[in-house]
């Protein structure tokens, strides 16, 4: 696990050059990328939701397409569109700023729910479907959308399919003042931004998403993940609990971010500091907790605070005469 946890630091270190004094949005970045999830960056205007995005992208050698979304947007802006060819006789599709690497989706909520609907099977399956035929995205992909929780004229919230697909939501936060007088300092002549270079190349980057998936998860750890996510149906402050993708997502961020710590073993630890991440956004807040000003974080902070934690040990161990992994944890 240590090339792996080198392997985010060198991109996590190049993404502060530009985003200063914010390392836990920086590193949940960064797990949403190792775990080929897609990031909501939802926070106020001027945070650096955008320049986030923008960064993560030229830290890496992949393609990358900027969706500004709009009122006036039609579904195929975002797929593309099959052209009839008049010298072949042939309709040719001309793709549209989807089929990239990275996709920075930026204000996606102002975009029309059928134009966001655009978004759903590339989102799930990696694909575009335009006029019957099927069309593969390349590999990574990863969609990076933002939008400002506060202005709401002229929006349109995103639907509970399309929240469930964002494997985290993330929040800049304003800069303390020490931060922010640095931001002042660094972008005094020009900005960091535009001498930003790649560190990663797209070989790398797919070797580190596979072998992400071998960080080992005890059986008790998806016994906690599941309890946590089981609660957040039970409880009588939500309206809709998390779905199973839900558990898979919390599955998936903790062993990114147990090999980001230098570790080939999840520990409860991970989870209770990626449930809000990955489980706020996918909760509806029933009316009479609305009334009560209850948000959906602070219930699932609520939730894992009372959840009992799994003890023994989360390593796995190997027997040196079968070969065969042994549980310890229990």
Do not use: W
């Not at 797990?31 to 995005?53: N, R, S």
């Not at 070797?207 to 906690?224: C, F």
């Amino acid at each position: 696990m240590t090339d792996l946890k080198s392997f985010g630091e060198s991109i996590v270190n190049n993404l502060e050059q530009v985003i200063l004094g914010k390392s836990q949005s920086v590193e949940l970045v960064v797990i949403g990328l190792l775990c080929q999830g897609h990031v909501l960056i939802e926070d106020v205007p001027g945070v650096g939701k955008t320049m986030l995005a923008r960064s993560l992208a030229k830290s890496l050698d992949c393609t990358f397409n900027r969706i500004q979304f709009t009122p006036d947007m039609l579904p195929s802006d975002v797929t593309g569109i099959s052209i009839y060819n008049q010298e072949n006789r042939n309709f040719e599709f001309r793709a549209g700023p989807i089929m990239g690497q990275i996709i920075l989706a930026d204000e996606v909520n102002r975009a029309t729910p059928k134009t966001q609907a655009a978004l759903l099977e590339a989102m799930e399956e990696h694909q575009v479907t335009v006029d019957g035929v099927t069309h593969p995205l390349p590999k990574p992909f990863m969609v990076l959308a933002t939008q400002n929780p506060i202005e709401y004229e002229g929006t349109f919230p995103l639907p509970e399919a399309q929240l469930d697909r964002f494997l985290l939501r993330v929040r800049m936060g304003y800069p303390n003042p020490s931060e922010e007088m640095r931001v002042l300092n660094v972008q005094q002549l020009r900005h960091p931004i535009e001498s930003l270079e790649s560190v990663v190349r797209v070989n790398e980057l797919l070797d580190a998403i596979e072998d992400i998936r071998h960080v080992y998860v005890s059986p008790a750890i998806q016994r906690y993940i599941i309890e946590l996510v089981g609660r957040t149906r039970q409880s009588g402050d939500v309206y809709l609990g998390a779905s199973p993708r839900g558990s898979l997502a919390l599955f998936r961020a903790g062993q990114a971010r147990a090999a980001l710590q230098g570790r080939d073993h999840v520990l409860p630890d991970d989870i209770k500091a990626l449930a809000v991440p990955v489980l706020g956004h996918r909760i509806i807040v029933s009316p009479a907790a609305r009334l009560r000003e209850l948000s959906a974080d602070r219930i699932v902070q609520e939730i894992v605070y009372s959840a009992p934690v799994p003890g023994g040990d989360y390593q796995a161990s190997t027997s040196a005469a079968s070969g065969k992994v042994k549980v310890n944890a229990q």
